[in-house]
């Protein structure tokens, strides 16, 4: 039995035991997230538009993790539109600099590898780099979203004559609260990807300003910055977008009528 699989095991059971049924859709989800990104490698590695099939697949997979382990709900719709919405801008606004920046391809220090790699991969790495600032910034988001609604959902079905604008404002306050963790989280997931980078800047006695300017260094932190920007956009949106859609008197309605029921 090899280790990847003792581990998998390991998930599998303590999700199940901490998360019950939940865990278990948890669980499933996870594999069903890695199947559709698999796929969606496979579909850019054929020649398919990079950017184009990242955002079908995030969408995809934002379908599934919100709406099978959440079902759907005023909820999950409110997160499902505010995340699609943050993944276009995030692409519109990183999409100019990023080709810029010119951090496609290979840098000096990864020159050794291109005597081992065919250099005829018809492929935009201008593109890929911003279709991987979209998948690591897509789980943040979707948490980050799921948390504001179902906070600003609790809020309105205690209270359902709370004003739209009251409602916004509590969105925005519980955002504020969660952004400093959450930049953070993703922060601190890039800064385990490329720790081993930094290491080996130190070991050839790399200058610092050798170092920020590196093109390897410089994709990373590239990466770090944009899904920071993310997950700013989401708190708004998400806030806008719930605030708008629990505050339809139709919505306060039935609220109010499965409160006075319950």
Do not use: W
């Amino acid at each position: 039995m090899s280790t990847s699989l003792i581990l998998l095991i390991i998930l599998f059971a303590l999700m199940f035991i901490i998360g019950g049924k939940r865990g278990l859709k948890s669980f499933f989800t996870l594999i069903f997230n890695f199947s559709i990104l698999f796929v969606m490698i496979i579909l850019i590695s054929s020649g398919f538009d990079p950017i184009k099939v990242t955002i079908i697949f995030s969408v995809l997979i934002s379908i599934i993790t919100l709406f099978y382990i959440n079902g759907v709900n005023v909820k999950t719709v409110s997160s499902l539109l505010s995340v699609t919405i943050v993944i276009l801008l995030t692409l519109v606004l990183t999409h100019k600099i990023g080709t810029n920046a010119k951090i496609q391809g290979f840098g000096n220090e990864q020159s050794e590898m291109l005597a081992f790699l065919s250099v005829y991969v018809q492929l935009n790495f201008s593109k890929i780099v911003l279709c991987e600032v979209l998948i690591g910034l897509l789980g943040a988001i979707i948490d980050v979203s799921i948390s504001i609604s179902s906070s600003m959902y609790e809020i309105i079905k205690s209270n359902p004559i709370t004003t739209k604008q009251n409602l916004f404002i509590s969105g925005m306050n519980m955002g504020k609260d969660i952004l400093g963790t959450m930049t953070n989280t993703l922060l601190f997931a890039y800064i385990g990807g490329f720790m081993t980078l930094i290491i080996y800047f130190n070991g050839l006695h790399y200058s610092f300003s050798n170092i920020i300017n590196a093109k390897v260094f410089c994709s990373e932190v590239f990466q770090s910055l944009c899904g920071g920007i993310g997950i700013v956009l989401i708190i708004p949106i998400t806030s806008f977008i719930t605030s708008e859609i629990l505050s339809s008197k139709m919505l306060s309605k039935l609220i109010f009528l499965c409160n006075k029921r319950i």
